[in-house]
């Protein structure tokens, strides 16, 4: 199993970043998939996730600015990132769980792609 994470990258204040995750695995459509970030010298957060019946989860602090969706036709899960602050500054990471729902049990994690936000 390997999760790739891409879309990273530096916007300013209220900028927009669409994440990507692409995920090798058999049977990609029936696993949850999940964000979570660390920011320097901070504990990792969960961020947000989907199961395979697409219901959501979102941390309060982005709830209202990012959107998790999944094409499981390009086992991909994207996090669409809106309303940027600098206090979303982190090394994103992809996850996969251990069945179709988000119970917070990952088994695999991807490298984590910087998004930095700043002016």
């Known amino acids: 199993v390997q999760l790739q994470a891409s879309g990273g990258g530096l916007v300013q204040p209220g900028g927009s970043l669409r994440l990507s995750c692409e995920v090798s695995v058999f049977a990609f459509d029936y696993y949850a998939i999940g964000w979570s970030r660390q920011a320097p010298g901070k504990e990792r957060e969960r961020v947000s996730c989907i199961s395979s019946s697409d219901d959501t989860c979102y941390a309060d602090s982005v709830k209202g600015r990012f959107i998790i969706s999944r094409d499981n036709a390009k086992n991909t899960v994207y996090l669409q990132m809106n309303d940027l602050k600098p206090e979303d500054t982190a090394v994103y990471y992809c996850?996969?769980?251990?069945?179709?729902?988000?119970?917070?049990?990952?088994?695999?994690w991807g490298k984590g792609t910087l998004v930095t936000v700043s002016s």
């Open positions: 996850g996969k769980e251990l069945g179709d729902y988000h119970t917070d049990e990952y088994d695999y």
